[in-house]
């Protein structure tokens, strides 16, 4: 049987049939624990050497809607054991050996400390997420990316009613309806079904195509989420997997976008909706120090990056000497 990984997973589509449909995709997402409740016990509060370094917490806010986000969130994949590590297939296992509901907590209390108040993830941890919420007393927000069973519509109900203050149509599903099948009401229904929900819906995606397959047919969303990282290190391989792939992505999870980044940031111009900037690192191909102020200053209204306990203060701190003087100036104009 073919070695089906985590974006084919997601898709649905032709996994399902090599997984043997719904029910198998249901049964394994179910018995697969994003988190385990064992470990060892955190304190609640935050001792001072977790924030050593700080310049200072996070100042840089905008709005989607009416949801108030720092410019910085925190990403949801390495919390929810999908980390991406190029060929080492150990690695998701590992960090969801690491991540008890306790080291999410602490994860979480940390970047609330930093002044990152949002968490973007699955609707796997809106358990963890409610948890941290009743117990913790924590604030964090949460954007659903609605990958779910039942479908993206479902997934964003689910996630509403599970306080989520934002959702979005999930890149895989996003990538496949715009590329492969051309179905622009796939994405007419889901903004339709999910606005009636009252939070920002937005579309994410890895393919420069997915965008603009949905302004062509004016699938417009309250926001986008995309993929923008470099493309020049060895393993990038982006003419070839365009030969192989019908989406033109990176095959061996060892890249997320289908163009450079100077061709997103050139298409994204022309759209005024607000832009969530995401994989910008491209699992740890680059440094924040260098990834971010490329993004913000390409257009990027938000990034969110996936980041461990240690280095949350790190790179708040690159985020807080982008913005410490106010928004830079740039091509595109802020939004937000």
Same mark, same amino acid.
């Given at each position: 049987?073919?070695?089906?990984?985590?974006?084919?997973?997601?898709?649905?589509?032709?996994?399902?049939?090599?997984?043997?449909?719904?029910?198998?995709?249901?049964?394994?997402?179910?018995?697969?624990?994003?988190?385990?409740?064992?470990?060892?016990?955190?304190?609640?509060?935050?001792?001072?050497?977790?924030?050593?370094?700080?310049?200072?917490?996070?100042?840089?806010?905008?709005?989607?809607?009416?949801?108030?986000?720092?410019?910085?969130?925190?990403?949801?994949?390495?919390?929810?054991? $999908?980390?991406?590590?190029?060929?080492?297939?150990?690695?998701?296992?590992?960090?969801?050996?690491?991540?008890?509901?306790?080291?999410?907590?602490?994860?979480?209390?940390?970047?609330?400390?930093?002044?990152? @108040?949002?968490?973007?993830? @699955?609707?796997?941890?809106?358990?963890?997420?409610?948890? %941290? $919420?009743?117990?913790?007393?924590?604030?964090?927000?949460?954007?659903?990316?609605?990958? %779910?069973?039942?479908? =993206?519509?479902?997934?964003?109900?689910?996630?509403?009613?599970?306080?989520?203050?934002? =959702? %979005?149509?999930?890149?895989?599903?996003?990538?496949?309806?715009?590329?492969?099948?051309?179905?622009?009401?796939?994405?007419?229904?889901?903004?339709?079904?999910?606005?009636?929900?009252?939070?920002?819906?937005?579309?994410?995606?890895?393919?420069?195509?997915? =965008?603009?397959?949905?302004?062509?047919?004016?699938?417009?969303?309250?926001?986008?989420?995309?993929?923008?990282?470099? =493309? !020049? %290190?060895?393993?990038?391989?982006?003419?070839?997997?365009?030969?192989?792939?019908?989406?033109?992505?990176?095959?061996?999870?060892?890249?997320?976008?289908?163009?450079?980044?100077?061709?997103?940031?050139?298409?994204?111009?022309?759209?005024?909706?607000? $832009?969530?900037?995401?994989?910008?690192?491209?699992?740890?191909?680059?440094?924040?120090?260098?990834?971010?102020p490329v993004s913000w200053k390409g257009g990027a209204d938000f990034i969110c990056c996936g980041m461990y306990d240690?280095?949350?203060?790190? !790179?708040?701190?690159?985020? @807080?000497?982008?913005?410490?003087?106010?928004?830079?100036?740039?091509?595109?104009?802020?939004?937000?």
């Amino acid at each position: 049987m073919k070695k089906i990984n985590r974006r084919e997973l997601i898709l649905g589509g032709a996994s399902l049939v090599a997984l043997g449909g719904a029910a198998a995709y249901t049964r394994y997402m179910r018995s697969k624990p994003v988190v385990r409740e064992t470990g060892p016990e955190i304190p609640a509060f935050i001792p001072e050497r977790d924030l050593e370094g700080l310049t200072h917490p996070m100042t840089a806010y905008a709005k989607i809607g009416n949801v108030e986000l720092s410019r910085l969130i925190l990403g949801g994949n390495m919390i929810g054991g $999908w980390a991406h590590a190029r060929d080492m297939g150990f690695y998701g296992r590992l960090v969801k050996a690491y991540f008890t509901d306790e080291r999410v907590f602490r994860n979480f209390r940390i970047a609330e400390a930093c002044g990152v @108040n949002t968490i973007l993830t @699955n609707p796997a941890l809106m358990r963890v997420i409610n948890r %941290y $919420w009743r117990e913790e007393g924590g604030k964090i927000k949460f954007i659903s990316d609605c990958g %779910y069973p039942g479908g =993206v519509v479902k997934g964003a109900i689910a996630s509403v009613e599970n306080g989520a203050s934002m =959702v %979005y149509c999930h890149g895989g599903h996003a990538d496949t309806n715009a590329v492969v099948k051309k179905d622009w009401k796939f994405f007419r229904e889901y903004l339709d079904e999910s606005r009636k929900l009252g939070v920002p819906v937005g579309i994410g995606c890895h393919s420069l195509q997915t =965008v603009k397959f949905c302004v062509e047919h004016d699938c417009i969303p309250d926001f986008w989420m995309k993929t923008v990282h470099k =493309v !020049d %290190y060895p393993t990038a391989h982006l003419n070839e997997d365009r030969k192989k792939n019908a989406t033109g992505l990176g095959s061996c999870d060892n890249r997320f976008v289908d163009t450079t980044r100077e061709e997103v940031f050139a298409y994204m111009a022309s759209r005024p909706e607000p $832009w969530i900037a995401f994989k910008v690192l491209g699992a740890g191909i680059e440094h924040p120090r260098g990834a971010f102020p490329v993004s913000w200053k390409g257009g990027a209204d938000f990034i969110c990056c996936g980041m461990y306990d240690y280095q949350v203060v790190e !790179d708040v701190n690159v985020a @807080n000497a982008y913005f410490d003087k106010g928004l830079p100036e740039r091509s595109r104009p802020w939004h937000g």
